[in-house]
């Protein structure tokens, strides 16, 4: 129950699509497509009311490779880059990866265990970064990003000159009363990285779409993406955007239904069999960020107790020294292997006294 994919059937109009596209036996070298760039601006207008020009998105093989070429795109060697841990590994990668130097502003938790950005901290960071890398919703702390949190950061990163690279990839399925705002509405400067691959649960098809308005340097991030081949897509990644954009809006608001009644069972489970698991419902997705470390238990004894129970997480320190202590826990499954996998989280933690 740990990488961030779901158990659920592919919604039918995108089976239907890549179906009917299989009909045509040339499948041809994929380049920029503006159905795909309509689909995915009428898509935001509807969804965020957020208006952007077709011409102003990319297609790219995905959000991870994208977010790597923009730190080298518009960074250079020696740069600080800001990360706000605990957060996605990849984005340490990024930085530690490509000899850039990594800033740490972590979010900070409140007395219910809600994370917030440390805007004080940021401010000390922001005039020795060129950068932040900005996930929105967070991944894993299950923040959705209030719109006047988004004008505080966009004000600061500004008014410092940081350029802000967001990834947006969990964005659609974030459950209501929550409402993302994408960070191109905030700063219309900043870059934006978004894809149907986990909220339409076809992350192996790869693919993804990056925004730059007319404030970001274009043709340097053209040139980067050119130069390490990761412009442009598969054939079949774009008649699944396509198909997921124009027409998985009522599948995705049944999934949305289904994953925060799921959220709800691990609350109730929690609450009942191990009450000192600290668990706080996420306002998106299908991962669960869970709080052991009232067990008073290392991160090795934890480790090694919950695999020999059965069950396979994301361990907290691979998102940051911030997630000692942690578990990410991926409940987008039927409820009846969300029960399954629960139990065997009660066998490996159920004697909460032993050592």
């Not at 600061?156 to 705002?181: F, K, N, Y």
Request: aromatic residues 10%; contains cysteine.
């Amino acid at each position: 129950m740990w990488v961030a994919d779901m158990d659920f059937a592919v919604a039918e109009p995108i089976a239907q699509a890549l179906a009917m596209r299989l009909q045509h036996p040339v499948f041809g070298y994929p380049d920029q497509d503006q159905q795909v760039q309509q689909a995915a601006q009428h898509w935001w207008q509807t969804t965020y009311g957020w208006k952007t020009d077709a011409e102003e998105i990319l297609l790219v093989q995905g959000v991870v490779p994208a977010l790597f070429a923009a730190v080298r795109a518009f960074s250079k060697v020696g740069d600080g880059i800001i990360l706000l841990p605990p957060i996605y590994p990849p984005f340490f990668h990024a930085i530690a990866d490509q000899d850039r130097r990594m800033l740490s502003v972590p979010l900070r938790q409140d007395n219910q265990g809600r994370y917030h950005l440390d805007f004080s901290l940021l401010a000390q960071s922001l005039p020795k970064a060129r950068m932040l890398l900005f996930c929105s919703p967070h991944n894993p702390v299950g923040r959705v990003w209030e719109e006047a949190e988004l004008q505080e950061l966009g004000k600061l990163c500004q008014r410092h000159g940081v350029m802000v690279v967001s990834d947006e990839i969990h964005a659609d399925l974030t459950w209501a009363p929550a409402v993302h705002t994408p960070m191109g509405k905030i700063i219309p400067e900043s870059l934006v990285l978004a894809a149907v691959s986990k909220s339409f649960n076809v992350a192996g098809l790869g693919g993804a779409v990056a925004w730059l308005a007319g404030g970001v340097p274009r043709d340097r991030y053209l040139a980067e993406l050119r130069r390490t081949g990761i412009l442009g897509t598969n054939t079949m990644a774009k008649t699944a955007m396509v198909a997921a954009w124009r027409e998985g809006g009522p599948w995705l608001g049944a999934l949305c239904k289904y994953l925060a009644e799921n959220g709800q069972v691990i609350q109730g489970f929690l609450r009942q069999e191990l009450p000192l698991v600290q668990f706080l419902l996420p306002e998106f997705g299908y991962l669960a960020w869970l709080d052991l470390r009232a067990l008073g238990w290392s991160d090795e004894t934890l480790q090694k107790r919950l695999i020999a129970a059965g069950l396979g997480l994301n361990w907290g320190p691979s998102f940051g020294s911030e997630g000692s202590g942690f578990v990410r826990l991926n409940f987008g499954t039927p409820r009846t292997l969300l029960h399954r996998g629960l139990a065997l989280l009660g066998k490996g933690l159920g004697n909460q006294a032993d050592s």
